[in-house]
């Protein structure tokens, strides 16, 4: 049973660029999470996706957007980064059906250093 | 005022030792509580759900004070693999997102 994958596992990229990171939900969930975490804090909530439509946004600014797929996927996309938006970036996938759907699992994580 | 506060510690404990640490949050309609485990640069995972009566799992014990509006965690006959970064989580009502505290860090000495 595959859990949450992500892609990619490392990233560098310059101040002003653009980003696109990936996810890949746990087997039999549909809704994916995004979350923020700078060093020595908690992950922060960036926006909810289900049935493909952004369902809950955290207080972070349109430079973040995301896209979920048919297949239940989930892209976050980053414009005009910043230094501050240097982080490890999480993923977390669940379902509505069954399981309650706070019980998010994690995927790994793509560490996003902007420089 | 940040939704969910913790100790960061570091909590230095001896193998064997017992050591508690709490979190406390502020939205009053937080309805599920959760204790995260996070090793350094990796994901975190859930290591316990919170029970308004109080809940163990082996070495874990979890407590919730809705009155105090307090989480709390204890952890017995600690093991050098409890060395860690704790997350205590909160979840709200209709609320999609869990909200992190910044973690208590553990570190459990030989």
């Known amino acids: 049973d595959a859990g949450v994958t992500q892609s990619p596992t490392h990233l560098i990229k310059t101040r002003g660029q653009q980003v696109t990171l990936r996810c890949s939900p746990k087997?039999?969930?549909?809704?994916v999470s995004w979350y923020q975490q700078a060093l020595g804090q908690g992950p922060q909530f960036i926006f909810q996706y289900y049935e493909e439509e952004e369902r809950q946004r955290g207080n972070f600014p349109d430079r973040f957007s995301g896209h979920q797929f048919p297949n239940y996927s989930s892209e976050l996309n980053v414009n005009a980064l910043l230094l501050g938006d240097s982080a490890l970036y999480l993923c977390?996938?669940?379902?509505?059906?069954?399981?309650?759907?706070?019980?998010?699992?994690f995927g790994p994580g793509t560490r996003l250093t902007v420089t | 005022r940040k939704e969910v506060e913790q100790d960061p510690g570091p909590f230095n404990v001896p193998e064997g030792a017992t050591v508690a640490f709490n979190c406390t949050y502020s939205n009053s309609a937080s309805q599920s509580f959760f204790w995260y485990r996070q090793d350094c640069r990796k994901e975190p995972k859930l290591l316990m759900s919170?029970?308004?009566s109080g809940n163990e799992d082996g070495r874990f014990t979890a407590q919730l004070n809705r009155a105090s509006q307090y989480i709390s965690l204890l952890i017995r006959d600690s093991k050098l693999s409890d060395s860690a970064t704790y997350l205590c989580?909160?979840?709200?009502?209709?609320?999609?997102?869990?909200?992190f505290g910044a973690g208590t860090t553990v570190t459990v000495r030989a």
């Open positions: 919170v029970y308004s």
């Open positions: 989580v909160v979840n709200s009502f209709n609320d999609y997102k869990l909200s």
């Open positions: 087997s039999g969930h549909d809704t």
């Open positions: 977390a996938s669940s379902t509505k059906r069954g399981t309650p759907s706070y019980e998010q699992y």
